[in-house]
């Protein structure tokens, strides 16, 4: 699936070539001070690379986005016929229309043609859509679903063949540096915080914020304020020094796991990764909060997506 080279340039394959061709490489990827015989490090970065490359390049990840549409009250047409409001690139003229309550709430959709639209892989007139527990219509692989980025309903568009992800050329890294994988000190906050995070839509969204990690390099103090992932982990947006030259401009993503009993986290900045709009104009992507821009070069984890023809280009298979 990938290949590794002096400079942690990433290279898809297919099918899963991923870990062997990783740790085949890895030594060349571990920056000169590094000692080579820390192979528990170089493993869980390597294993860690394959599992992000992996996700990223699925059939339904997110370099398959062809779609995003934020819904108005009342109703809404989609289908591929140019008179849609919302126009899909294969399937029925129409494919039926969503329905927006008035309050913004509840969405219907009805399905114009049940026989070819399904819907979570059934033949139904209609449905309720709740973004809780997503409903999929489907037409010749092309996946739709609702999402409510700050509360707003809106409709999400999926395809395998998406020129992003057919023409994706790979992922580059800096060199592998043991000395930005740090532990740090989590300091708590009281139950409920939060902490305002925008993002690209110009919402504003309070999200949980269980604490901060303080953190040392190179005798400089940093702190990094988190967002309550989930699965129970600590969420990372952040900038640095190296944004928007050598790393995506609008900043990158880590996660950490949850402090131990004597309060320290563990951060890996190899670890840092591009957001979802750094390959996809039709994201949601949160923007690191001003305290999480830091004054420090993080040459680690992933660097800007170049998207520049002239690497080998994947054959991926049609699903």
């Not at 104009?281 to 420090?296: E, F, I, S």
């Amino acid at each position: 699936m990938f290949t590794a080279g002096f400079e942690g340039r990433i290279q898809l394959r297919w099918p899963m070539l991923l870990v062997a061709a990783w740790l085949t490489g890895c030594a060349s990827m571990i920056d000169a001070g590094e000692d080579l015989q820390d192979t528990g490090f170089v493993a869980a970065n390597m294993d860690w690379r394959a599992g992000r490359l992996e996700r990223l390049t699925a059939p339904y990840g997110y370099l398959s986005l062809t779609g995003f549409e934020l819904l108005e009250p009342g109703a809404t047409t989609l289908g591929s016929a140019p008179d849609n409001d919302i126009r899909m690139d294969r399937g029925p003229a129409r494919w039926g229309v969503l329905h927006l309550d008035a309050g913004g709430g509840e969405v219907r959709f009805d399905n114009a043609a049940p026989k070819q639209v399904l819907i979570d892989g059934e033949h139904r007139s209609e449905v309720w859509m709740d973004p809780e527990q997503p409903t999929t219509l489907q037409v010749d692989g092309i996946h739709a679903h609702l999402v409510t980025p700050g509360g707003r309903p809106a409709l999400r568009v999926r395809d395998p063949r998406s020129p992003t992800r057919a023409q994706f050329v790979g992922l580059d890294y800096f060199d592998l540096d043991r000395s930005w994988r740090i532990e740090g000190e989590f300091l708590a906050n009281p139950p409920g915080a939060t902490l305002p995070i925008a993002n690209v839509l110009g919402q504003l969204i309070d999200e949980p914020n269980p604490g901060r990690v303080r953190f040392e390099r190179q005798g400089q103090t940093f702190e990094l304020d988190a967002v309550a992932a989930s699965d129970g982990r600590l969420f990372f947006i952040l900038a640095d020094r190296t944004s928007g030259r050598e790393t995506y401009g609008l900043g990158r993503f880590l996660y950490a796991d949850p402090p131990d009993p004597h309060g320290r986290v563990l951060i890996d900045l190899n670890q840092a990764y591009n957001p979802p709009c750094a390959f996809s104009a039709y994201t949601t992507c949160p923007l690191p909060p001003p305290q999480n821009r830091l004054d420090v070069h993080i040459r680690a984890g992933e660097r800007k997506y170049s998207g520049k023809p002239g690497i080998e280009k994947p054959a991926l298979p049609r699903t």
